[in-house]
């Protein structure tokens, strides 16, 4: 069965700072990676995905992600972050074939100005 | 706006009642998906289909769940007998099967059950 984990509720960061926000997988074959953010009220966003190729991603809004295949990790990552990046952030996973995406608990990021 | 909808957006009922919930996909997507956030937790997975077949169910959907997809467009999410158990944010999200985007979802903004 695939899993995710994203080991922490909450992240604070400075606005500036560069952030992170873990994720690790479990899945058989090989894995899908998915971002997606989540803003007050609203529905979930793309962000970005790692599907094959090189295992750092960019996508939206400034995020990249490594894909880490030794260490089942999929981080989220942002040079810079800003006030506006404040949400809660969800990684998914989802095998090859017809598997639907399993989602992490998500992980609400505060940039604090 | 060609994006997924979801109808209605806020739905409150009491302990008992039977409420029903619509997605229209965007329209080139042949897979459909239903999933359920409670606070605090990630969207779980609760059924889809692609094109008008259901291709699997979560063990989450009880028997008082059903959902359809007629004509392979538009779906609909019926609760019967609600349980204040089943207030959460009902999310509906499409994507294209076979593609290079690797099963991608794009979410409509969800509907929002209470049960009191």
């Known amino acids: 069965a695939q899993s995710v984990a994203q080991p922490e509720d909450q992240v604070n960061v400075a606005e500036g700072n560069p952030l992170t926000v873990k994720c690790t997988y479990s899945?058989?074959?090989?894995?899908?990676l998915f971002w997606y953010v989540q803003y007050p009220n609203r529905g979930l966003q793309f962000l970005l995905k790692?599907?094959?190729?090189?295992?750092l991603v960019k996508g939206s809004y400034g995020f990249e992600a490594e894909f880490n295949k030794s260490q089942t990790s999929f981080h989220l990552k942002k040079p810079s972050a800003l006030v506006s990046d404040s949400a809660l952030y969800f990684c998914?996973?989802?095998?090859?074939?017809?598997?639907?995406?399993?989602f992490g608990k998500g992980t609400r990021l505060s940039v604090i100005a | 706006d060609t994006g997924v909808s979801q109808d209605p957006r806020h739905k409150i009922t009491k302990r008992g009642q039977n409420v029903t919930f619509r997605c229209d996909p965007i329209?080139?997507?042949?897979?459909l998906y239903w999933y359920r956030q409670t606070l605090g937790q990630g969207p779980e997975f609760l059924t889809y289909?692609?094109?008008?077949?259901?291709?699997?169910k979560s063990r989450l959907l009880s028997d008082r769940f059903s959902a359809e997809r007629p004509k392979g467009s538009f779906s609909t999410l019926e609760i019967q007998r609600t349980e204040q158990g089943d207030s959460a944010m009902y999310l509906c999200?499409?994507?294209?099967?076979?593609?290079?985007?690797?099963?991608?979802?794009?979410f409509g903004e969800g509907s929002r059950l209470t049960v009191l």
């Open positions: 999200a499409s994507s294209l099967a076979g593609g290079p985007n690797g099963g991608e979802l794009f």
């Open positions: 899945v058989s074959g090989n894995p899908y």
């Open positions: 790692y599907i094959t190729g090189d295992n």
């Open positions: 998914a996973v989802r095998g090859s074939g017809n598997t639907p995406l399993v």
């Open positions: 329209s080139e997507h042949n897979r």
């Open positions: 289909f692609q094109n008008e077949a259901q291709l699997e």
